[in-house]
């Protein structure tokens, strides 16, 4: 029996392939409209450009809305933080 596809709003919440972009000279890239409108991203805003290491290298880049970065730095480095004040 063939599986059921699950309506996008309920598939996994792990990292999809959206699109491929290619690098000019320059050294610029252009995110796809379709992207741009399911992340939020509009003209102006600015993201923050993480990098992953493996043996050394880059392994993986990830952009992320520098609005959000304070937002998710407190929700992993707040309740850690929280702890080293309690034992203080």
Do not use: F, Y
């Not at 890239?29 to 923050?48: F, H, S, T, W, Y």
């Amino acid at each position: 029996m063939a599986k059921a596809k699950r309506p996008r709003s309920q598939a996994s919440s792990c990292c999809q392939l959206q699109a491929m972009v290619a690098v000019d000279e320059r050294g610029q890239m252009v995110l796809p409209k379709n992207v741009r409108e399911l992340a939020g991203i509009q003209a102006g805003d600015k993201l923050a450009l993480v990098t992953w290491e493996l043996e050394g290298k880059v392994a993986c880049l990830a952009l992320l809305q520098a609005d959000r970065v304070a937002d998710l730095l407190q929700g992993v480095l707040g309740p850690m933080l929280g702890t080293a004040e309690r034992k203080a």
